[in-house]
């Protein structure tokens, strides 16, 4: 099976503007989740999403949303990008239900200016 | 609530020496616990797993046992090499957590094996 895969890998944007960002997961995985790793915070959980609905969410402001498509794939948009929304973003997948491991994609590089 | 304490690195060691990375965690109940590795550039990989005390993970001479008395789920391996240089990463989740189970996670420790 292909693994998860993300796009865009590097990303320079500016303060101020959106950011839009996608996941594929394995195919026949249901749920997608994302995080935000930055050296000084670490992995922080962003949201997870499960047959296109939300489940479960971490403590981000609502500039961070996302949303999932019928066919299991995830974007999560950054709106309003401040200085310290820089940071490798992750998408990790996994089949759902009662399955504990995720499967991380190679993030993507954002980097604000 | 629920979280996990990894030792501080970067850790540097010579080829073919022992590692131990420490792990302890803080969580109700009897949560699953990860080994992720991150290679430079690169995503996280699961690197070994255990779901419940006493349970020991192993992959790739990599392994750590679930030790729910000292709640620690420590990383050890016997002859570690240049290719192992890595970011490391402990993390628990929680199976009673229903839908809201996401992995929480330590912040990482740095290895930088030297030929």
């Known amino acids: 099976k292909a693994g998860v895969t993300q796009t865009p890998r590097y990303l320079i944007k500016t303060r101020g503007q959106q950011v839009t960002l996608s996941c594929s997961p394995i195919?026949?995985?249901?749920?997608v989740s994302w995080y935000q790793q930055t050296p000084g915070q670490g992995l922080q959980f962003l949201f997870e999403y499960f047959s296109e609905t939300q489940r479960n969410k971490g403590n981000f402001p609502g500039r961070f949303s996302g949303r999932q498509f019928s066919n299991s794939r995830s974007e999560m948009n950054v709106s309003t990008l401040e200085l310290g929304d820089s940071a490798l973003y992750l998408c990790?997948?996994?089949?759902?239900?009662?399955?504990?491991?995720?499967?991380f994609g190679p993030g993507t590089r954002l980097t604000v200016l | 609530g629920d979280s996990v304490t990894q030792m501080e690195g970067p850790v540097t060691l010579s080829e073919e020496a022992f590692l131990t990375i420490n792990c302890t965690y803080t969580?109700?109940?009897?949560?699953?616990l990860f080994w992720y590795v991150q290679y430079p550039g690169e995503g996280l990989q699961l690197l070994l797993k255990a779901t419940k005390a006493d349970d020991k993970g192993s992959n790739k001479g990599f392994e750590a046992t679930y030790r729910k008395e000292t709640t620690s789920f420590h990383l050890e391996k016997g002859s570690v090499q240049v290719s192992d240089s890595a970011v490391y990463f402990c993390a628990l989740s929680d199976p009673n957590a229903g839908n809201n189970r996401k992995l929480i996670w330590g912040l990482g420790t740095s290895l930088a094996v030297n030929p």
């Open positions: 990790a997948t996994r089949e759902g239900g009662s399955t504990d491991t995720q499967y």
């Open positions: 195919s026949g995985h249901r749920s």
């Open positions: 969580a109700t109940g009897y949560p699953s």
